[in-house]
Antibody, heavy 116, light 110 residues
Framework: QVQLVQSGAEVKKPGASVKVSCKAS????????MHWVRQAPGQGLEWMAV????????TYAQKFQGRVTMTRDTSTSTVYVELSSLRSEDTAVYYC?????????WGQGTMVTVSS | QAGLTQPPSVSKGLRQTATLTCTGD????????AAWLQQHQGHPPKLLSY???NRPSGISERFSASRSGNTASLTITGLQPEDEADYYC???????????FGGGTKLTVL
């Protein structure tokens, strides 16, 4: 079955970087765009970035420009998001999501906690 | 960046019908269509419909979506206890070149 499996929870200090992975299975990885969406505790959904797994081209939300990098490894069907210069406001659950029409398949989420 | 506007909460009785709204503008909902997602506490979101009223496989016909101008709507008929959740709309914004979300509506089934 189609699924996205994300890496485990992270705890980081302010100013550090974090890299979260999302491994896809059950379909042809290069066929569909992949996104990262985050959700701060008790808050709504916030779109961060998208990648075309076929060519590797990316688009980032303006809010994260300069701090976020999304990459993919076609050999392992995995996408990554790296967020740098972390601050407390980056504490959130980070989700990867496949795009078929909209966000049709979601990973289980990765909790990233930024705390000194 | 600008997002879509949803009412924070809606309450309806068991077996009643709830209609949730999502207001955007000509750069997103009106021209690109909207999608609806359901999220239960502690779980990832689940896609209910996309491009206004296309339902993914396995989604109940009790969920139907529509659009009129800048406003998208999700209608849930025959409300069940398991429908109590947060509902988000989303759309591609061609002006921002970004996906935008509504703030979410918490649906309470009384």
């Amino acid at each position: 079955q189609v699924q996205l499996v994300q890496s485990g929870a992270e705890v980081k200090k302010p100013g550090a970087s974090v890299k979260v992975s999302c491994k896809a299975s059950g379909y042809t990885f290069t066929t569909y765009y992949m996104h990262w969406v985050r959700q701060a505790p008790g808050q709504g959904l916030e779109w961060m970035a998208v990648i075309n797994p076929s060519g590797g081209s990316t688009t980032y939300a303006q809010k994260f420009q300069g701090r976020v990098t999304m990459t993919r490894d076609t050999s392992t069907s995995t996408v990554y998001v790296e967020l740098s210069s972390l601050r407390s406001e980056d504490t959130a659950v980070y989700y990867c999501a496949r795009e078929v029409g909209s966000f049709d398949i979601w990973g289980q989420g990765t909790m990233v906690t930024v705390s000194s | 960046q600008a997002g879509l506007t949803q009412p924070p909460s809606v309450s309806k009785g068991l077996r009643q019908t709830a209609t949730l709204t999502c207001t955007g503008d000509s750069d997103n909902v009106a021209n690109q269509g909207a999608a609806w997602l359901q999220q239960h506490q502690g779980h990832p979101p689940k896609l209910l419909s996309y491009r206004n009223n296309n339902r993914p496989s396995g989604i109940s016909e009790r969920f139907s979506a529509s659009r009129s101008g800048n406003t998208a709507s999700l209608t849930i008929t025959g409300l069940q206890p398991e429908d109590e959740a947060d509902y988000y709309c989303s759309a591609w914004d061609s002006s921002l070149s970004a996906w935008v979300f509504g703030g979410g509506t918490k649906l309470t089934v009384l």
